[in-house]
């Protein structure tokens, strides 16, 4: 699996050895497994400085703390710095009117791009030559690819997910 990784990290141009990259950890296996990663190529060499973000979107009240703070201990035990946001998804979905996957995922990069210019920041380094990390894996692509179809989408959209999509990249993409 790391071969894979790996490659897929290489052939897409993802991370570079001076790339600094904010790790967006839910607390799910997924994103657990890629704060690991993160953390192993980091002292590798291959990639530059992490830091995990855990966004608490406060939709599940004691289990949504209880990730937060596995996500906090996890940092601990990665030597990452660790950053955390709570966001009431909810009241801010009673005011918009918006739906709650939407400004979730609004909210979450918000604070992941947030995150990534205070990493920058801390680096020396342009916010231009800094990641976001996604644990969006092969599943993800396809569940993507098949829920625009289904809802619909205009010109250019109909498509899965992206290896890198800005800042957004998604090593894990080919496992």
């Known amino acids: 699996m790391m071969d894979t990784i790996e490659r897929t990290i290489i ?11 904010v790790v967006m950890v839910s607390g799910g296996s997924d994103s657990t ?4 990663l993160m953390a192993d190529l980091f002292e590798r060499g291959m ?7 855990h966004v608490n979107h406060k939709l ?24 955390a946001c709570e966001i009431d998804i909810n009241t801010i979905v009673e005011e918009t009117g918006g739906t709650v996957d939407a400004i979730a995922r609004h909210e979450r990069y918000l604070a992941a791009h947030e995150a990534l210019e205070s990493l920058c ?15 969006h894996t092969q599943d993800d692509r396809v569940e993507n690819f098949y829920m625009r179809s289904i809802v619909g989408t205009g010109p250019g959209g109909f498509r899965s997910m992206l290896y890198r999509n800005g800042p957004v990249v998604r090593p894990l993409m080919d496992v």
């Not at 497994?33 to 690991?36: D, E, M, P, R």
């Open 60 to 83: 599940r009240g004691e289990h949504a703390d209880a990730d937060q703070d596995f996500a906090r201990q996890l940092a601990d035990v990665l030597n990452m710095p660790f950053s």
């Open 47 to 53: 990639v530059g400085r992490p830091a995990l973000l």
């Open 33 to 36: 497994a890629l704060a690991y």
């Open 11 to 21: 052939d897409h141009h993802l991370l570079t050895p001076a790339t600094p990259v």
């Open 121 to 135: 920041r801390h680096e020396a380094v342009p916010v231009s030559e800094g990641r976001i990390a996604t644990a």
